[in-house]
């Protein structure tokens, strides 16, 4: 395999060792993470080095590595996605006791769809999503749902980009793309049929921030069967409505999501910060 290591910033290389590892494949040796990254091995080699040293990484005992808890402890104090997922958790717990089947919550990233939750049962028909996983935002419910509302710029960008044939019934040319973010625009809902797996069927409605602003997509994979969607489409619908009020009532006019509405009291918030204020203090 080609490397390359040449033209990229330290940041980037820094950046692709830790791409490296996905949901799937949490833990990798270090020429696996070399293969992965297309980076020569002695570069890998220093790179898992520094990552390892800083908490980044944490070698294995049997000497493969995974993502350390440090990388745990930044995605903690990402105040949006998880703000929203805090939030929005109640109302796919409501959708989940109904259908008894996957609900997933995610949001737009480039031209993917983004899972931040995912509520599942195990005899549940087959799904490919996994929390922090991702999907080709064309191939996806959510990734419909959220280009059906989002700017030009996103659309045109997934349009450019390859289109993953899964099954014979994915999404795979742009005409075809925006044909479909039209209708869903116009019905308030997706349902893709097979476009995953041929036995599962994915039904996906828009979740609203401030301003009406649609910052996520709340769907549900079922089994691709004779059922009707309407029924599930109108309870993802009234689950995102009450969804959508919480957030808007958490984040107010800024949009930003305040920290006692996720679990931190006013009192809290000012306690944690005479903490760190005497911490910085003592170490003067």
Request: proline content about 5%.
């Amino acid at each position: 395999m080609a490397h390359r290591s040449a033209g990229r910033s330290a940041l980037a290389r820094h950046l692709a060792v830790l791409d490296a590892f996905d949901p799937l494949h949490p833990f990798l040796t270090l020429t696996e993470i070399a293969s992965a990254s297309q980076l020569a091995p002695s570069t890998a080699h220093r790179l898992v080095g520094e990552l390892t040293r800083e908490g980044l990484l944490e070698r294995q005992a049997d000497r493969s590595y995974r993502l350390g808890v440090r990388l745990w402890e930044y995605a903690s104090r990402t105040p949006g996605a998880v703000g929203l997922r805090e939030i929005a958790r109640p109302w796919c717990e409501a959708v989940h006791r109904r259908v008894r089947q996957h609900t997933q919550l995610g949001i737009l990233q480039g031209t993917e769809a983004l899972y931040i939750e995912r509520l599942s049962m195990p005899d549940a028909v087959i799904n490919a999503t996994l929390v922090g996983g991702r999907i080709p935002a064309h191939a996806s419910s959510a990734g419909l749902v959220l280009l059906a509302h989002a700017g030009v710029g996103a659309v045109e960008a997934v349009c450019r980009a390859p289109m993953r044939r899964y099954t014979s019934e994915t999404i795979s040319s742009p005409e075809q793309l925006r044909r479909v973010i039209t209708r869903v625009r116009g019905d308030g809902f997706v349902v893709t049929n097979g476009h995953i797996h041929l036995e599962a069927r994915a039904i996906g409605v828009p979740v609203r921030g401030a301003g009406g602003r649609v910052i996520a997509a709340l769907t549900v994979v079922v089994p691709n069967d004779d059922a009707p969607a309407q029924p599930i489409a109108d309870l993802l619908t009234a689950a995102a409505a009450g969804a959508s009020r919480d957030l808007v009532r958490a984040s107010g006019e800024t949009g930003e999501i305040a920290p006692e509405t996720i679990g931190l009291s006013k009192r809290s918030v000012e306690f944690i910060a005479e903490l760190e204020a005497d911490g910085a203090s003592a170490t003067r």
